[in-house]
C-alpha cells in the first residue's frame, strides 16, 4: 500500500470551501484503478487544521494516465 498525506492549517473563512476541494477530488477519483481510499479529516481540537489521506495500491496506481 502506498499512501499521499496532505496536512493543512487553513484560515478560519476559508476551512468550507477547501473542504469542498478535498470532497470534489475524492469524488473524481473514486473510480480510479488501483485507489484503495480517500478520506479527509478535520482536527477535532483545531478545527482549521485539515488532513487528506489517498491510499493506493501502488505508487504506480497514483502516476497513471487516465
Known amino acids: ?4 498525506i496532505l ?3 487553513t484560515a478560519p473563512q476559508q476551512t ?3 473542504v469542498r476541494a478535498f470532497r470534489s477530488l475524492r469524488l473524481a477519483i473514486q473510480p480510479v ?3 484503495i481510499c480517500a478520506r479527509a479529516y478535520l482536527d477535532a481540537e483545531s ?3 485539515l488532513c487528506y489521506i489517498e491510499e493506493w495500491e501502488t505508487p504506480e496506481d497514483l502516476g497513471q494516465d487516465g
Open 47 to 49: 478545527p482549521n487544521s
Open 1 to 4: 500500500m502506498f499512501q499521499v
Open 16 to 18: 468550507a470551501e477547501v
Open 33 to 35: 484503478r488501483g485507489l
Open 7 to 9: 496536512t493543512m492549517n
